[in-house]
């Protein structure tokens, strides 16, 4: 039996991450990587400026200056080897953009688990706006600012659709149905910020409620319930922590018909309750 992938990643899994994450790589020294593949809970992409690397991800692929790589949430990978690489790395929650209208700029990662190549090469004359955009998202999320949060969400919606118009247009690399675990990630996505039951999405991708779960289990590491779960509290922190909406409606914004419930399971996952959470991310530097 293949063994799940871990599914932990430093930068952008920690249970406080925020809803839009970014960081930038310069100048590893060149090595090889030969960790196990990973999965994480946000969707990553990340833009190479300069060096290399090989991607292990459904198959090997070259990154090379110029090249975004994609990876969707929960999709098992891991990186070979990179030479000298520079890059930018993007995470943010999947069912946070699709909330506010956006799913369409999931389309690209979408694609990826349908089986089209996770490397997108962005045109030599897009490269320079496509770095700018990444510099002014870093600056625009980081820690010690505060801005409004519709910002750094127009700016992430630029970069992700210069990189579906550089992707290639549909019907031009043979891409597959995706199987299960794809079908099931991407309805969890679009629909975990409402009352969404295991049994729902079994229904919706004709399968059994155990096979699904099952499914997602071994190819990610985590069950359909925790990517629900961790969904509705991607988007509970962002709103914790970018607005002022009572508990109450907050639970019911992302999925919980009962408060009680939502601060039980917040707490669980956060070792703090949504108000004492909120209340330590209102102090800035």
Known sequence: MATAPSHRNALFDDPNAPAIAVA????????SCADAPATHVHAALAYYTDGAATLDQRGLW???????????????????????PAYWGVAFCAPCVAAEGGASMLDPFDRVRA???????IAEGRRAFVETLLRELEDLTRADRTVDPMVPRSVLTVLLHEVSRAAPPVGAEAVGEGGVVAESLRYIERNCLRPLTLREVARAVHRSPAYVTTALTRATGRSAVAWIVEGRMAEARRRLAQ???????????????????????????????????????????
Request: glycine letters at 8%; charged letters at 25%.
């Open 243 to 285: 607005s002022d909406e009572h508990i109450d409606v907050i639970a019911e914004r992302v999925g919980y018909a009962d408060a009680t419930h939502f601060i039980r399971m917040f707490r669980r996952m956060h070792g703090a309750t949504p108000a004492a959470w909120r209340a330590s991310k209102s102090v800035r530097g």
């Open 115 to 121: 089986g089209a190549s996770p490397i997108v090469r």
């Open 62 to 84: 070259r990154i090379e200056p110029g090249d975004v790589m994609l990876v969707p949430a929960g999709e098992p990978h891991r990186v070979r080897a990179v030479t000298a």
């Open 24 to 31: 930038h790589r310069t100048h590893r020294p060149t090595a």
